[in-house]
Nanobody, 125 residues
Framework: QVQLVESGGGLVQAGDSLRLSCVAS????????MGWFRRAPGKERESVAA????????NLLDSVKGRFSISRDRAKNEVYLQMNSLKPEDTAVYYC??????????????????WGQGTQVTVSS
């Protein structure tokens, strides 16, 4: 059974940093893309970041470029989202996702098969 488990969320102030982690079990995703999505209250889910199978290619949402970065440890089957200079508009539930079909850093939700339960990130002003 494949599971993705996120951790690292919390309540922070604007300008602070957080590092989200996601550990996958039940399948080795080291040849597949992984990504982070978020859903803010009252808004649609949006893709935040994706990383390709090898870890040397990333794709970021425009509004987080320069503040967020995504990385992965293929040996540990883990993916990370480093979030710096957080803003209140970054408040959302953040979800980790893993693809079975894509190797490039895709941000299309339909390319992802497995999803975590989410971790809450709240940024106060």
């Amino acid at each position: 059974q494949v599971q993705l488990v996120e951790s690292g969320g919390g309540l922070v102030q604007a300008g602070d940093s957080l590092r989200l982690s996601c550990v996958a079990s039940g399948h080795a995703f080291n040849m597949n893309a992984m990504g982070w999505f978020r859903r803010a209250p009252g808004k649609e889910r949006e893709s935040v970041a994706a990383i390709n199978w090898s870890g040397d290619g990333t794709n970021l949402l425009d509004s987080v470029k320069g503040r967020f970065s995504i990385s992965r440890d293929r040996a540990k089957n883990e993916v990370y989202l480093q979030m710096n200079s957080l803003k209140p508009e970054d408040t959302a539930v953040y979800y980790c996702a893993a693809s079975l079909t894509s190797s490039p850093a895709t941000r299309q939700p339909y390319d992802y098969t497995y999803w975590g339960q989410g971790t809450q990130v709240t940024v106060s002003s």
